[in-house]
């Protein structure tokens, strides 16, 4: 149990840190005019990003739509004629979007990226249903570099696959096809 002094000694150390504040101008920041600079890992409006060659970075994978906890993505895939893969449409609803990032952490080949851009509330909840054209943007957002079709799918010199050290030889699988 606290002794009368030390209740005493809260009291003065509560009072005095409301003196302190008491006498201090106020900081008032004008938003809109004002907006104070984010850190460049907010999270917020999403966008799906481009390759440094200009190319699509999203191969419609389905992961960032497996892995949201309230479902607001959508997609159907599709490929072009060199076999590339891409959404032929994307979908995000922003009105169930609860900017966890875990898209972002989930998407192989850095296409979808959150922004610190948080300006998108809308009157007209239909107007957050975002579609491929309003996510699609002409830069690389964060990852400036990084281009999946330089890595993935290409063949290299150090071995087919089944080769390597403790791994399994590919299985066909047509063999298991009725
Ligand atoms: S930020 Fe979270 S809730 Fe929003 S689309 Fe990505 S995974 Fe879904
Ligand atoms: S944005 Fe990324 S995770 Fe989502 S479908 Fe495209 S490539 Fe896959």
Redesign the pocket.
Known sequence: MATAWESVRALASGFATTFKHLWRPPITEEYPEYKRPLPVRS?AR?ILTRDPDGAERCVACYL?SA???????SMQATESEDGRRYAAWFR?N?A?????????E?CPTSA?Q?TPDFENCQRDILKLVYEKQDLLVDHQGKDKEYNFYKYAGVATDVGAKGAHHREEKPVNIRSNLP
């Open positions: 999270r999403i960032c892995v949201c906890p309230v479902s607001c993505i995000i922003f169930r979007c609860i900017y966890c990032g875990f898209c972002e989930a979808i959150l």
